[in-house]
Each structure stands twice: as structure tokens, then as C-alpha cells.
């Protein structure tokens, strides 16, 4: 069966400090990757999408960026993060069209 | 663009009662897909139900039923026997398989013991 591993869970940071945040995911290969964020009670925002290594669409201009360096591994990072960056992020995986999408269990990320 | 739009930001109801979550969409597509996902309070995202747009009969899954209505871009959430544990917060999503889910605002429900 698929799994998908996202980490940390929770994190701390200060502003200006750099970011990484890491998903995985298991089970299946040639997945689409995304990466949301969810601000307090509020619905996703999908922030970035890949359909295969080294290929990222960004969704909103932002101080983030994301990688796939490998297959079934998904990173969003930033260089500065900023207070605004605060939120809870979810990383999600499909096997292509129309298929609905498995979400890991997400980061809540405070910037202090 | 495609939209999504769920008019009750929160819902309450007895617990064993019937409610009801509504969605609507906006899209000028013939064929698509729709979802409702729950998130509890751990946060996880948690697929409910998905609906085929060319398929006219209702999707279900146990306790979970959809009342979709196609010319209407409607698609309803019903939970019968309401449970404690159901109590979270319900996305009703949207694809037509441009690899994007677009997501309504939610609607946070609340089951009362």
C-alpha cells in the first residue's frame, strides 16, 4: 500500500531563518507531488505541483520554492522566511488525472 | 476559473441525526470530478467521497452519501447516523484533471453528544 511520510510535524523558526520541509512518499512511483498551505480555518492554498523529477509549477509568487530531486521525494524550502510564511503545510500525492489525492500529515510552521 | 463555494462556514447537529453540507461549483467543462475530504482536529486530510461528473448516479460510501445535480453545479454532502467522531472540518474540492484540486473555504461540523 501508498503511504506518505511528511516531516517535521511541528516547527519552530525565526524570521529571516532559512526552511526545509520534507515529503516522501512510498509505495508508488512516477507520483504528482503537491505542496499546500492551509491558514488558520481556512481552505488550501496549493502553493506548488510536480508530474516528475526536477519539474515544479508554482501556483502564487512567494518567498518559497520547492525541488524534486528524486522521484517520490518533494521539498519546499525558503532562504528568509518571513512572518507571513506561518501556517500549516500539507504535502499530497496522486497518480495522475482526476484521481483523488492522499495527504500526509502535515507541518505546522510558526515564525517567531 | 474554476470555483467552489460552500455557504455554511458551520454546522451543528445531534449526534444520530441527518445533516447536510452544501457545495457549489463553477466550471464550463463538461467532464470532471468532485470530492468532499474531512479534516478532524489532528488535521489530516481524509477522503470522504469522490463523484464522477459523467456518472448520474450518486456516489455513497456507508454513512456518507452525495446528492449531485449537475445543471445545478451542486454537490451535497449527506451524513446519516451522524457520529461523534465526525465532527471536523469538510472540503468539498473540485478537478478536471488539470493536476489541481480547487477547494471550497470549508464548513466546520460539529456533533452534540
Known amino acids: 500500500s501508498q503511504t506518505i511520510h511528511q516531516w517535521p510535524a511541528t516547527l519552530v523558526q525565526p524570521v529571516g531563518s532559512p526552511l526545509s520541509l520534507e515529503c516522501t512518499v512510498e509505495?508508488?512511483?512516477?507520483?504528482?507531488l503537491y505542496w499546500y498551505r492551509q491558514a488558520a480555518g481556512r481552505g488550501l492554498q496549493l502553493l506548488f505541483y510536480?508530474?516528475?523529477?526536477?519539474?515544479i509549477s508554482s501556483e502564487v509568487p512567494q518567498n518559497l520554492s520547492a525541488s524534486r530531486p528524486q522521484d517520490r521525494q518533494f521539498i519546499l524550502s525558503s532562504k528568509k522566511l518571513l512572518l507571513s510564511d506561518s501556517g500549516f503545510y500539507l504535502c499530497?500525492?496522486?497518480?495522475?488525472?482526476?484521481?483523488?489525492?492522499?495527504f500526509g500529515d502535515g507541518t505546522r510552521l510558526s515564525i517567531l | 476559473a474554476q470555483t467552489v463555494t460552500q455557504s455554511q462556514p458551520e454546522m451543528s447537529v445531534q449526534e444520530a441525526e441527518t445533516v447536510t453540507l452544501s457545495c457549489t461549483y463553477d466550471t464550463s467543462e463538461n467532464n470532471y470530478y468532485l470530492f468532499w475530504y474531512k479534516q478532524p482536529p489532528s488535521r489530516q486530510m481524509i477522503l470522504v467521497i469522490r463523484?464522477?461528473?459523467?456518472?448520474?448516479q450518486n456516489a455513497t460510501e456507508n454513512r456518507f452519501s452525495v446528492n449531485f445535480q449537475k445543471a445545478a453545479k451542486s454537490f451535497s454532502l449527506k451524513i446519516s447516523d451522524s457520529q461523534l467522531g465526525d465532527t471536523a472540518m469538510y472540503f468539498c474540492a473540485f478537478t478536471q484533471g488539470a493536476q489541481k484540486l480547487v477547494f471550497g473555504q470549508g464548513t466546520r461540523l460539529t456533533i452534540n453528544p
Open positions: 509505495g508508488t512511483s512516477n507520483p504528482n
Open positions: 499530497a500525492w496522486d497518480r495522475g488525472q482526476n484521481q483523488p489525492q492522499h
Open positions: 510536480s508530474v516528475g523529477i526536477g519539474q
Open positions: 463523484q464522477e461528473a459523467y456518472k448520474q
